[in-house]
């Protein structure tokens, strides 16, 4: 569920606040990674990181989403945008969704975002998992 809190008012009417299911709407891959790491305070007890990451190929969508992703990639930097992220809920025991996760993107500069290329090298530097 996106909203635009900060940026020019045709932004925030061609984003609006409507749930989408992305997911359908452009590419999404989702990793996972897990790792234990030993606790400086307390020798000999691991700690595990674990983290769900969902990478959206905002290049690769229909039209319409391609529209909407360039008009806000042109505007970025002057941008502010809240996103809520729910799993959609298909039977009556799935409801009502609960929010997974919540994000803000300010201002965010392309020119110092990673490419792709950028983003897998570090991914795989960092021994994540990537599925190709």
Not at 15 to 26: C, D, E, F, S
Not at 88 to 112: D, F, I, N, W
Request: aromatic share 6%; proline share 5%.
């Amino acid at each position: 569920i996106p909203r635009i809190v900060v940026g020019p008012w045709m932004i925030k009417k061609i984003v609006g606040t409507n749930p989408a299911l992305i997911g359908q709407k452009i590419p999404t891959s989702y990793y996972g990674y897990r790792r234990s790491e030993s606790l400086s305070s307390s020798p000999g007890k691991k700690r595990d990181k674990n983290y769900l990451e969902i990478t959206f190929d905002v290049t690769k969508g229909g039209s319409m989403a391609n529209s909407i992703s360039n008009s806000v990639v042109g505007k970025a930097e002057s941008i502010s945008i809240d996103m809520a992220f729910l799993i959609e809920g298909k039977t009556e025991a799935e409801l009502p969704e609960q929010v997974l996760g919540l994000c803000r993107v300010h201002r965010l500069s392309m020119k110092e975002a990673m490419t792709w290329d950028q983003w897998k090298h570090n991914l795989k530097r960092n021994k994540g998992t990537l599925n190709d």
